[in-house]
């Protein structure tokens, strides 16, 4: 079965602590991206990567980092840096072209202890 | 900078009710307009993507119009059931050059049986 997987599906955050997010697919996609949503609002761009080893800052980047060695997989590093890390993340992907569609994976919620 | 609204923020219909939900935008210079479906703590589901050279797309009981010019798009429902209870996104990909997308608030959707 092709989609993108997300884990782990709760992440409890302590204070200091970083907390990294995984995100797989298998849609052999070249483009990936990270989306953080809050109630009653649309969801933000974080982070984005068009093709392996290159990654752009979206909207709302800062306190977050991320990595693409590989196609397949994108994680998405929540640093101490970010005061308000509570929040659903959505990862998404794409083929590399402008007409096509994202497909979503099932999300992380982020909970601060 | 392109922002993306989408009025009413939730709505309840009695079951069988063709109803539509909408989504304006500041900047008509788009590539293309998605509608997704989200349901309560899930990831998102596209159902329509129309082109920015298109008027509509259809899929079953859903048909969404685009007029750029206006910077309009809706999203009609036939017959609505109560599994179509959910909340409705829509995005706009910039025109740009990259790969982006912007969403709107979302309509939260109750259909009642």
């Known amino acids: 079965d092709g989609g993108i997987t997300q884990s782990p599906k709760y992440l409890f955050r302590k204070e200091g602590q970083n907390v990294t997010l995984s995100c797989e697919q298998n849609?052999?996609?070249?483009?990936m991206y990270w989306y953080r949503q809050d109630p009653g609002q649309g969801l933000r761009l974080i982070y984005y990567?068009?093709?392996?080893?290159?990654?752009q800052k979206g909207d709302i980047a800062e306190g977050y980092s991320v990595s693409r060695e590989k196609k397949e997989s994108f994680p998405l590093t929540v640093t101490s840096a970010q005061k308000n890390p509570t929040a659903f993340y959505l990862c998404?992907?794409?083929?590399?072209?402008?007409?096509?569609?994202?497909?979503f994976g099932p999300g992380t919620r982020l909970l601060v202890l | 900078k392109q922002e993306v609204t989408q009025i009413p923020a939730a709505l309840s219909v009695p079951e069988g009710e063709n109803l539509v939900l909408n989504c304006s935008f500041t900047d008509s210079a788009i590539y293309n307009l998605q509608w997704f479906r989200q349901d309560p703590g899930k990831g998102l589901t596209s159902l329509l993507l129309i082109q920015s050279s298109q008027r509509e797309q259809t899929s079953g009981r859903l048909n969404a119009s685009l007029d750029k010019s206006s910077g309009r798009s809706t999203l009609y429902i036939a017959a609505s059931q109560p599994g179509d209870s959910a909340t409705y996104l829509c995005a706009v990909r910039l025109f740009s050059g990259t790969y982006k997308y912007i969403f709107g608030t979302g309509t939260r959707l109750k259909v009642l049986a």
């Open positions: 990567s068009q093709i392996v080893n290159d990654f």
């Open positions: 849609l052999n996609h070249d483009a």
């Open positions: 998404a992907s794409s083929i590399r072209r402008e007409s096509e569609t994202q497909y």
